[in-house]
């Protein structure tokens, strides 16, 4: 592939900040509007559904509205606002609830590190086997030039279990656990301490810390 010139590099990038002059004349009072709205639909959801679920006794038809509406709720933080308040899509109304910088979402994996492997990873290498490891979420064949494995066939199982688990296998994925439990080591990897002590100390703590606690409560 032939490296393009300082010319074309220059070209494209005027190009891509006319796009975000023109994106950012746009922006304005109805988007703030929008994602104040979202928000305030979210909370009552949640609250409504909470509410409705203490009088499940009533009738079960509350009880399966309030899991509905936290559904709805959960879909909300997470999709509608947590993923494009974390891209910056708001950032520039300063305000300091809704910032990518401040913001933190109710999921099994934290803002910063969805930011990391979401923003960083995801947009910088979209779809580049072996950076984006959103494309396929190291579970998913989604593309030929990736070999067959026999596990393939029953991908569809792992779908369904990704998306009844979504929150959980995002956090899983962050940490990039199957390195870590299943022994899969990069070529570039340099941890300050080895793997063996990195699993004594973490069981190890995670013992104690069980103990103490359960001590505590005798």
């Known amino acids: 592939m032939k490296k393009p010139n300082s010319e074309t590099i220059e070209r494209f990038g005027k190009a891509l900040e006319d796009v975000r002059t023109e994106t950012m004349a746009k922006v304005g009072a ?29 009738s079960p038809l509350l009880w399966v509205l309030a899991v509905l509406l936290l559904g709805l709720a ?10 494009n308040v974390m891209h910056g899509q708001y950032d520039w109304m300063n305000d300091p609830n809704i910032n990518s910088r401040k913001f933190e979402w109710d999921i099994a994996g934290d803002a910063g590190s969805w930011k990391r492997y979401h923003n960083h990873e ?22 030929d030039d990736l070999p067959w494995r026999p596990k393939n066939r029953f991908q569809i199982f792992h779908y369904l279990g990704l998306s ?21 080591r990069r070529q570039d ?14 069981f190890t703590c995670s013992s104690s810390l069980f103990l103490t606690s359960y001590k505590s409560q005798i």
Request: aromatic share 10%; glycine share 8%.
């Open 30 to 58: 109805d988007d703030a509007r929008h994602i104040r709205r979202m928000i305030a639909i979210q909370r009552s959801c949640e609250i409504a559904a909470r509410i409705l679920m203490v009088m499940g006794f009533i």
């Open 74 to 83: 959960k879909i909300l933080d997470n999709m509608e606002i947590g993923h």
């Open 122 to 143: 995801h947009h910088t290498y979209t779809n580049v086997i072996g950076k984006d490891r959103d494309f396929g979420y190291g579970t998913f064949r989604l593309s």
């Open 164 to 184: 009844t688990f979504f929150e959980i296998g995002i956090a899983y994925h962050e940490v990039a656990a199957e390195r870590i439990f299943m022994g899969k």
């Open 189 to 202: 990897s340099a941890l300050p301490i080895s793997r063996k002590q990195l699993k004594k100390d973490f």
